[in-house]
């Protein structure tokens, strides 16, 4: 789907013979204002990869969806997605990732899947920052980011026919430096013949007459 404006990157879900559940996938849409590009999509682990640059600064955005009902090893093969990233702290990891049972302000969870993950956020010096019900009692859509790049997100009421909540937050960028200019002389379009000329028929009188005089003196 297009958005006019935005620039849109997508990763749908595989399409599996006798699958009758809808839903799945991921979108990324950046204004067209800004620079971006895709760097990879996933679509067996429902995950893409995009690069956002504003200004002088480069930001991964990785947005993900894990079926609540995936297999251990469809789970491997989605958490190897994540740790072959190159995880930097200008990096932002966020989705549907259905862990219900992670208890986030202790980042721990009785659920084996869930500790996976767990570990591939600790092993990243990564933060969870949503700390509210996303959908019913439950967190389970993620924002994750190394540092303090993101503001704390807000949740509000979903905006379309959801039954999941609304995540806003900020990103801070650091201003540009300031432009500085120097000024170089371009000596390849110099006159060298007229100032060859200028140096010959120059006669330091001033000084020759005060050397003169002082040595009268």
């Given amino acids: 789907p297009a958005l006019p404006g935005y620039t849109s990157y997508h990763a749908f879900r595989p399409q599996v013979p006798g699958r009758t559940t809808k839903g799945g996938?991921?979108?990324?849409?950046?204004?067209?204002?800004?620079?971006?590009?895709?760097?990879?999509?996933?679509?067996?682990?429902?995950?893409?990869?995009?690069?956002?640059t504003i200004g002088k600064t480069a930001i991964q955005l990785v947005a993900c969806y894990r079926t609540p009902s995936q297999s251990q090893e469809?789970?491997?093969?989605?958490?190897?997605?994540?740790e072959d990233m190159n995880v930097t702290p200008n990096t932002i990891i966020l989705g549907d990732f259905n862990y219900p049972n992670i208890d986030w302000a202790h980042y721990s969870s009785p659920n084996?899947?869930?500790q996976r993950f767990l570990e591939?956020?600790?092993?990243?010096?990564?933060?969870?920052?949503?700390?509210?019900p996303t959908r019913r009692d439950n967190i389970l859509d993620l924002i994750t980011n190394m540092g303090s790049k993101c503001s704390a997100p807000d949740i509000n009421p979903s905006l379309v026919r959801s039954?999941?909540?609304l995540i806003t937050l900020d990103?801070?960028?650091?201003?540009?430096?300031?432009?500085?200019?120097?000024t170089v002389k371009n000596f390849s379009k110099a006159d060298f013949a007229l100032?060859?000329?200028?140096?010959?028929?120059?006669?330091?009188?001033?000084?020759?007459?005060t050397t003169s005089q002082n040595a009268e003196s």
Avoid: C, W
């Fill in 171 to 182: 990103v801070h960028i650091p201003p540009p430096p300031p432009e500085q200019k120097t």
């Fill in 112 to 114: 084996t899947l869930a």
């Fill in 163 to 165: 039954d999941h909540k």
């Fill in 25 to 52: 996938g991921v979108s990324i849409f950046i204004k067209d204002t800004y620079t971006s590009r895709l760097v990879a999509t996933h679509e067996a682990s429902e995950t893409i990869q995009v690069l956002l």
């Fill in 120 to 132: 591939f956020i600790n092993s990243n010096a990564m933060e969870q920052l949503v700390t509210s």
């Fill in 74 to 82: 469809s789970h491997q093969a989605f958490l190897k997605t994540l």
């Fill in 195 to 209: 100032l060859k000329s200028e140096m010959i028929s120059f006669k330091p009188t001033g000084l020759m007459e």
